[in-house]
C-alpha cells in the first residue's frame, strides 16, 4: 500500500531565506508525485508534480521539487521565501493515472519577517 | 479555462437538519470529488464520480449522498448534519483518477 509522511508539522523561516519542505512516500513503483498548496481560507492549488523524466520539476511562483527514488523523497524547495508563501503545504503520491491521491498530513509554513 | 466552482462558500446548517453542496467544472473531467478537509488535517476524500459511477470511502458511506446529473455538476448531500461535520468541504475535478486534479475554493459548513 502507498503512503505518504511529510515529517514537519510547521516549518518556520525567515523571508528572504531558503526553505525545503520534506516528503518521504512508500510504493512499490515509481509513484506520480505532487506538492499542493492552501492558502488562508481558500482551496488547494497545484504547485508542481512529477511523472517522470528529469527529478527536478519546476512549479509556480519560484518553488521546484526534486524526486529521489532511491530515497523515496520529493523535497519541496524555494531559494528564497517571501511572505505571501506563508501557507500549508501538502504532499500527495498516487500509483498511476488509476489510482486515487494518497495525501501527507500537511506542513503549516510560517515566514517570520 | 480552469475553474471548478462552489457554491455556496459559506454555509451554516442546524444539528439534524439536511445540507446541499454544489460543485461545478466546466473542463469536461471526467472524475469527479468530494474532500472533508478540517484544520491540521490532511484533506480526506469522501466520495467520487468516475463518469456517472460514484463510489464512496467505507467509513463514510452511510454518511454522505452525491448526485452527479450531468458532466459538469457534483453534488454533496448531508441528510442530518452533526457537530462534527463542521469543515471545510472541497469539490475537485480531474481526468481520470490519479492525475492532477483542480480545486474548487471551497465550502465552509458551520453547523449549530
Known amino acids: 500500500a502507498q503512503s505518504v509522511t511529510q515529517p514537519d508539522a510547521r516549518v518556520t523561516v525567515s523571508e528572504g531565506a531558503s526553505l525545503q519542505l520534506r516528503c518521504k512516500y512508500s510504493?512499490?513503483?515509481?509513484?506520480?508525485l505532487f506538492w499542493y498548496v492552501q492558502y488562508p481560507r481558500q482551496g488547494l492549488q497545484l504547485l508542481l508534480k512529477?511523472?517522470?523524466?528529469d527529478p527536478v520539476v519546476q512549479g509556480v511562483n519560484g518553488f521546484e521539487a526534486e524526486f529521489s527514488k532511491s530515497n523515496s523523497s520529493f523535497h519541496l524547495r524555494k531559494a528564497s521565501v517571501h511572505w505571501s508563501d506563508s501557507a500549508v503545504y501538502f504532499c500527495a503520491v498516487s500509483r498511476d493515472s488509476n489510482y486515487q491521491l494518497i495525501w501527507g498530513s500537511g506542513t503549516k509554513l510560517i515566514i517570520k519577517p | 479555462d480552469t475553474t471548478v466552482k462552489q457554491n455556496p462558500r459559506y454555509k451554516l446548517a442546524r444539528v439534524g437538519k439536511p445540507v446541499n453542496l454544489i460543485c461545478s467544472q466546466t473542463m469536461n473531467h471526467d472524475t469527479m470529488y468530494w474532500y472533508q478537509k478540517k484544520p491540521n488535517q490532511a484533506p480526506k476524500l469522501l466520495l467520487f464520480?468516475?463518469?456517472?459511477?460514484?463510489?464512496r470511502e467505507a467509513d463514510t458511506f452511510e454518511k454522505f449522498q452525491s448526485s452527479r446529473p450531468n458532466n459538469s455538476f457534483c453534488s454533496l448531500y448531508i441528510g442530518s448534519a452533526g457537530l462534527e461535520y463542521s469543515a471545510m468541504y472541497l469539490c475537485?475535478?480531474?481526468?481520470?483518477?490519479?492525475?492532477?486534479?483542480?480545486f474548487g475554493p471551497g465550502t465552509r459548513l458551520t453547523v449549530l
Open positions: 464520480y468516475y463518469d456517472k459511477i460514484l463510489n
Open positions: 475537485a475535478s480531474s481526468r481520470g483518477l490519479g492525475g492532477e486534479q483542480y
Open positions: 512529477y511523472y517522470s523524466g
Open positions: 510504493s512499490s513503483v515509481t509513484p506520480y
